[in-house]
């Protein structure tokens, strides 16, 4: 039987008592200096070394796995600063791929980089795939909460978007990028569906967890109805969407994620979200799955390729399912949102593996 030690008062031990059984030696002794195993017994010097040793061993042993894994390197582009999550893949001329997936990571309301990072785990999962992560970081003098300035007109050559345009192609003279999967929380959601309809060319693949559609709100007046969910049309987005694209780009896929409890950005701004995407791709529902945690729905296009995923996340607010309870915004006891995308985004549209996915799975 495991039972939890009495107080030590000092080592080494001088007169643990003897008793018939392991319980009376650690469950119920009070003599003085005796320190017993959890299970039972008093414990020698020699045995005490020994757990010194592997402790200390555990410990050189996990910094050495630390100093193994990626840098999460701090960096700066005319005003705007940013973190970017490098893995230990890319650090191996020789081991890493010709071309590595960037993952562009927007933060929501009253975030950081960091906190985000934390929040989504997405460092983690970048280190396991093989990904980037770009983190770029909005200061109070552009938004008093840190929110992403969604509401204005979006322009690839200007304004937020540009910037982050900018940034993206900051990061890719510096690193062989294959493809950009622009994915965002609240603020940050709607940004990163900003960008896939100004530069589908640059941004292939969308995730978006408490996002609305494009152009839901065109000035700060409007924000309020838009996540309210008031007059959200996914044919006018669409429309807008299809005008900001312009000719020869496809349609970045897309994963969506809203909680069905979320009161700050109405979950009828999901529908209309995925209704957007839906009429870009020319795609139509194909599965329903309604599970204990969530509803997943999946679209594909005339071609039968996936192209939009959404997912309501039963008994979720305004928060990244899955996400790390450290961090704000997050329903850890939801689906892994993070796993989920990029499993769907990485994924070739046919249900195959992306040849230019480096890695794979596991977050």
Known sequence: MTTRSSRCSSWPPTSCPRPA???AACGTSSAPGCCCRLVGGPVRPEARRLVAAT???LLAAGAGAQAAEGR???????TRDFRLYVPAL??????????????LALHGCWQTPEDFARATRLNAAAERR???VLY???PRQANPSRCWNWFTPARRDGGEAGELLALVAHVARRHAVARVLAVGFSAGAFMAVNLACVAPDVVTAVGASAGGPYRCATDPLAVVACLRGEGLRAETAATACRAAMGGGAAPPRASLWHGDG?????????TALAGMFAR???????????????TRALYRDAAGRAVVETWLVTGMGHAWSGGDPRATHTFPSGPDATRHLLDFLLEAPDGGVDARRPGGGGG
């Open 55 to 57: 402790l200390v061993a």
């Open 130 to 132: 093989g990904l980037l």
């Open 21 to 23: 059984s392991h319980r």
């Open 262 to 270: 979320d009161v700050v950005v109405s979950p009828a701004a999901l």
């Open 136 to 138: 770029p970081a909005q």
């Open 90 to 103: 890319l650090a191996d001329a020789a081991a890493a791929p010709p071309a590595t997936p960037l993952v």
């Open 280 to 294: 870009l791709h020319g795609a139509g529902l194909a599965a329903l799955e309604r599970r204990a945690d969530a």
């Open 72 to 78: 999460f390197e701090r960096g700066r582009l005319g």
